[in-house]
Structure formats: structure tokens, C-alpha cells
């Protein structure tokens, strides 16, 4: 129902910055609810990055990268973009791009874009 295709990762050093892409394709019938990224880093649960809602653009951030994120989103293309300041090596893992959809109760993934940060 929903194919997600990531771009913008890659190294960079700390205190750098990243700005990825989802772009979502998706049948007619159905229609974005809300777009956002987790991330995994090795040996570590995958967790919640951001997300934001399609339906009033309300959006959450995980606590330990408020301040330094901002996701948004283009609605006519259905994508939405992060971008990561003050980057830490802490950072670095796969992200992944997530949505939901109105009216379905499962969630779909993207491949995931790997981010390095590191001098």
C-alpha cells in the first residue's frame, strides 16, 4: 500500500549536519495520517526519533534530540524531511522513515539510511 524511499544520509563529523528525505508513494484510495523516523543503532532497540501528524501538522520529537531536529513535511509530495544539527556521535545509527496511514492500523518502513557521525 505504501513504498518509502529514504535519501540524505552519510558521514559527517560531529557538531555537523544531515538533512534526510522520505518520499511516499501510495495507492489512491489511501492517504498519509503521519510520516516521521526511528532509528537503530548497533545493538540497540530500534526508537523513536520524530514524527508528524498529516492532519493539523502536530509534531513530537524523541527527548534526546530536541533542539537539534526539525522534522516538516511537503504534503502536495507527500514527504518528509529531517534535519539533524549539532550532530553527536551518539547519533549514528540506521534511520528509518515511518507512516501510518488514515484508516489502516499497521505501520510501513522505508529501507533505512545509514548516518555516521564521527571525526
Known amino acids: 500500500q505504501v513504498q518509502l524511499v529514504e535519501s540524505g544520509g552519510g558521514l559527517v563529523q560531529p557538531g555537523g549536519s544531515l538533512r534526510l528525505s522520505c518520499a511516499a508513494s501510495?495507492?489512491?484510495?489511501?492517504?498519509?495520517?503521519?510520516m516521521g523516523w526511528y532509528r537503530q543503532a548497533p545493538n540497540k532497540e530500534r526508537e523513536f526519533v520524530a514524527h508528524?501528524?498529516?492532519?493539523?501538522?502536530?509534531?513530537d520529537y524523541a527527548d534526546s534530540v530536541k533542539g537539534r531536529f526539525t522534522i516538516s513535511r511537503d504534503n502536495a509530495k507527500n514527504t518528509v524531511y529531517l534535519q539533524m544539527n549539532s550532530l553527536k556521535p551518539d547519533d549514528t545509527a540506521v534511520y528509518y522513515c515511518?507512516?501510518?496511514?488514515?484508516?489502516?492500523?499497521?505501520?510501513?518502513w522505508g529501507q533505512g539510511t545509514q548516518v555516521n557521525v564521527s571525526s
Open positions: 515511518h507512516a501510518t496511514l488514515a484508516g489502516w492500523s499497521g505501520d510501513f
Open positions: 508528524k501528524r498529516w492532519p493539523g501538522g502536530s509534531t
Open positions: 501510495l495507492s489512491r484510495r489511501f492517504s498519509i495520517y503521519a
